[in-house]
């Protein structure tokens, strides 16, 4: 990984991430023990970390591939707003209205770094898009697992997203959703949490 660093990232970059005199820098460096265990702060990003990876295999660059799925969030994020807009507005406020939100420094940063933040993002504002639009509860409740498995911590909006749904108000019966359907769900969220985290331990803690 490090050679792979120095070939791709600039010289100043490089230099920082094999700083020595910096004490945990200087353990990943000469420890694989503790490179692999740090690597546990990325094993709870699983969606995220297996897109980078598939588009390392498709010969993308490593310190770019990690980029990339951030990149197509934004872009994707950047249709669905402008689309969703576009059906209550003309298209010049709906085109404003989206470059507010996309241009915000929050949202432009996440599609430039190597996170699952913008992909995050992309995934949450689909569920609570077809969640608005009353769509049937197991393609929200999908969209809700796909948040958990880019973040852990989605859990607690993905959870708060499926409890509401007993409260609300279904366009037709067969849209409705059980409480013990949702118990299941939130039991599964929780279940995959704890395995995921147990998989994922640092420093033996």
């Not at 404003?96 to 913008?118: F, M, Q």
């Not at 197991?138 to 007993?166: C, E, H, K, P, T």
């Not at 409705?176 to 704890?194: D, E, K, Q, W």
Request: aromatic fraction near 14%.
């Amino acid at each position: 990984i490090y050679d792979i660093a120095e070939q791709e990232v600039p010289e100043g970059p490089f230099r920082m991430l094999v700083d020595t005199t910096h004490q945990l820098r200087k353990e990943f460096l000469r420890s694989t023990e503790k490179f692999h265990q740090f690597l546990s702060y990325f094993r709870v990003k699983p969606l995220y970390t297996g897109l980078a990876g598939f588009f390392y295999e498709l010969g993308v660059p490593l310190t770019r591939a990690t980029v990339l799925p951030s990149l197509l969030s934004f872009l994707v994020l950047s249709v669905i707003l402008f689309s969703r807009f576009a059906g209550k507005f003309p298209y010049w406020i709906a085109g404003i209205l989206g470059l507010c939100i996309l241009c915000s420094p929050p949202v432009i940063e996440a599609a430039r770094l190597s996170t699952p933040d913008a992909l995050s993002t992309l995934i949450l504002v689909a569920a609570f898009i077809l969640y608005l639009n009353r769509t049937p509860w197991y393609w929200i409740a999908g969209f809700a697992a796909l948040s958990v498995l880019v973040r852990l911590d989605n859990l607690i909006i993905a959870s708060a997203l499926m409890v509401s749904l007993l409260f609300l108000p279904a366009r037709d019966e067969t849209r409705n959703v059980r409480p013990v359907v949702v118990v299941v769900v939130l039991a599964v969220f929780v279940a995959y949490t704890i395995f995921i985290l147990k998989q994922a331990e640092y420093d033996h803690g």
